[in-house]
């Protein structure tokens, strides 16, 4: 498996960076849904970097960011559907710190000097941390698997039902990316079926942007 690290940023982190401050079927269906008071508690980025921080090496967490935008209809999906399974909150809990990050947020984040900020593009812009974490490529809602050390293990783009999303989330928390198995024959292996994985994939653009021709 190919692995990748954000050599603008995350080296810079673990210096203890100084921060400046549809379908309603998967729904009524989702048999693992939780119903249970709980939920996946969310971080900002710099509050995952502090918790990180507070721990050693070998007790840290590795991190999961959810990158998102306010008018993306399957970033939302995800959160109604996705985020509730209770299986994928007792990953989340157990293997990840697990970050929201709103592509289009206006806060700079400074690490050690360099300032992240927002950049403007025509009525809507991307805040460089959300395009250096999706490889200058933004779709949502995307995915990001950062290693204990904040090193890219991988960007996932495109909406992730539960039935999918919980065979990626053991397969990074288990470490199993260091042995020689295949992330995608173990997500067929582990995913079962899912009458919705139709969506799987599916994202959201930005909505100024043209489209393209065939």
């Known amino acids: 498996m190919n692995h990748f690290v954000l050599t603008t940023i995350l080296p810079l982190i673990l210096l203890n960076a100084a921060f400046a401050f549809n379908d309603n079927n998967e729904e009524k269906n989702n048999k693992n849904k939780d119903t249970s008071d709980a939920s996946i508690e969310w971080l900002t ?10 721990h050693k090496m ?15 209809g399957w970033c939302k999906k995800m959160d109604r559907n996705t985020f509730q399974d209770s299986a994928v909150i007792e990953y989340m809990e157990k293997y990840y710190y697990p970050v929201k990050l709103d592509a289009e947020m206006k806060r700079n984040i400074v690490l050690n000097g360099d300032t992240l900020k927002y950049i403007s593009r025509g009525k809507r812009g991307t805040h460089e941390l959300a395009l250096k974490l999706m490889n200058g490529n933004p779709s949502y809602p995307t995915t990001v698997f950062l290693d204990e050390r904040f090193n890219m293990l991988t960007p996932v783009p495109g909406y992730q039902s539960a039935a999918n999303m919980k065979p990626i989330l053991r397969f990074f928390g288990k470490d199993l990316h260091k042995t020689d198995q295949d992330i995608n024959e173990y997500i067929k292996k582990h995913r079962g079926k899912n009458q919705n994985d139709k969506d799987k994939g599916k994202t959201d653009k930005k909505k100024n942007k043209k489209k393209k021709e065939n």
């Open 45 to 54: 980025f710099e509050e995952a970097v502090r918790k990180s921080n507070q």
């Open 58 to 72: 070998a007790n840290r967490k590795k991190v999961f960011i959810d990158i998102y935008t306010d008018w993306c």
